[in-house]
């Protein structure tokens, strides 16, 4: 659950960090990621892994998949959605 916690926070602070720079809403892009970030969260929870805790009895590496894969998501969120929002001109 820590990896969970510092993922999102960092998903937050990188979203608005790159948001700010670009001249978008830094505030509302944070909430943004950080809404994508538990959305994946969750669902991989109830998906992967809760059932395979009850299997595998609370082995470590299962629990930290629904982090990993929110982290993967907020790095595609981030360059689909936020990178591809930056109008070059």
């Known amino acids: ?3 969970a916690k510092i993922g999102g926070i960092a998903i ?4 608005f960090i790159t948001a700010k720079d670009n001249n978008l809403p830094a505030v509302q892009w944070s909430i943004s ?5 538990w959305l994946v969260w969750w669902i991989a929870t109830l998906l992967i892994a809760s059932p395979f805790m009850e299997v ?3 082995n470590i590496l299962v629990s930290q998949v629904p982090a990993v894969l929110a ?3 907020g790095i595609l ?3 689909k959605y936020l ?4 109008k070059t001109d």
């Open 33 to 37: 990621g950080l809404i994508g970030y």
């Open 12 to 15: 937050m602070i990188w979203f």
């Open 77 to 79: 969120i981030r360059k």
């Open 56 to 58: 595998l009895h609370g």
């Open 1 to 3: 659950m820590l990896l």
């Open 83 to 86: 990178l591809g929002s930056i």
């Open 71 to 73: 982290i993967v998501a």
